[in-house]
């Protein structure tokens, strides 16, 4: 069975622009989750997606948004990106919400200039 | 009340050694305790995880050591290898959160041949 997938894998932005970043989960898997992952920081949670809904919302701007598919793949969207939105984010399925059993992908390095 | 605390920041461990990695949480309602190992460039990966009316499991080489009243639990790797040098990161859930983690600083582990 393939793993959580996520692209692209790099990216480089200057400060202002906004960025999509995309998430497959594993086939079967409903919930997906994201991350924020930076030195200062550690792992955040940004939110989580479950059939197509927001479940919970971790402590971040509004420029920072979500959505889920019907086939559960999701996107998170970062507009007027800044220089502290440079770190890797990561997405995480499960087969239900709160789910214990949770498979991050590789993650997208997310570089803002 | 969300935080969870990490201890060390960097741990170095002889080959053959012990390497023991301590996290407290202040959140009664937390109920679930995964550990988390993360190799450069990868997401973090599920180790082994612990429910609190558990107060240990052992899974091959790693125990997890769970003390409720003090609100504490630990890692520990018997018998470390090279191949264990990476980032171990703990974390914690509830049941009203969804898939939410809330995860500890991370400690960085090198075991040296």
């Known amino acids: 069975k393939a793993g959580v997938t996520q692209t692209p894998r790099y990216l480089i932005k200057t400060r202002g622009q906004q960025v999509t970043l995309s998430c497959s989960p594993i086939?079967?898997?409903?919930?997906v989750s994201w991350y924020q992952q930076t030195p200062g920081q550690g792992l955040q949670f940004l939110f989580e997606?479950?059939?197509?809904?927001?479940?919970n919302k971790g402590n971040f701007p509004g420029r920072f948004s979500g959505r889920q598919f019907s086939n559960s793949r999701s996107e998170m969207n970062v507009s007027t990106l800044e220089l502290g939105d440079s770190a890797l984010y990561l997405c995480?399925?499960?087969?239900?919400?709160?789910?214990?059993?949770?498979?991050f992908g590789p993650g997208t390095r997310l570089t803002v200039l | 009340q969300q935080q969870v605390k990490q201890s060390p920041q960097s741990l170095i461990v002889q080959k053959g050694g012990i390497s023991i990695i301590n996290c407290a949480y202040e959140?009664?309602?937390?109920?679930?305790f995964p550990w988390y190992q993360q190799f450069p460039g990868k997401g973090p990966a599920l180790l082994i995880a612990?429910?609190?009316?558990?107060s240990e499991k052992k899974e091959g080489r790693f125990t997890i050591s769970f003390n409720k009243s003090a609100k504490q639990f630990s890692l520990h790797i018997m018998d470390s290898q090279p191949g264990d040098s990476a980032t171990y990161f703990c974390?914690?859930?509830?049941?009203?959160?969804?898939?939410?983690?809330?995860f500890g600083e991370g400690t960085q582990l090198t075991v040296n041949p």
């Open positions: 995480a399925s499960s087969l239900e919400s709160g789910d214990n059993e949770q498979f």
């Open positions: 086939s079967g898997h409903r919930s």
């Open positions: 997606y479950f059939s197509e809904t927001q479940r």
């Open positions: 959140n009664t309602a937390f109920d679930y």
């Open positions: 612990i429910r609190p009316d558990v």
């Open positions: 974390a914690a859930s509830m049941k009203t959160s969804g898939s939410r983690l809330t």
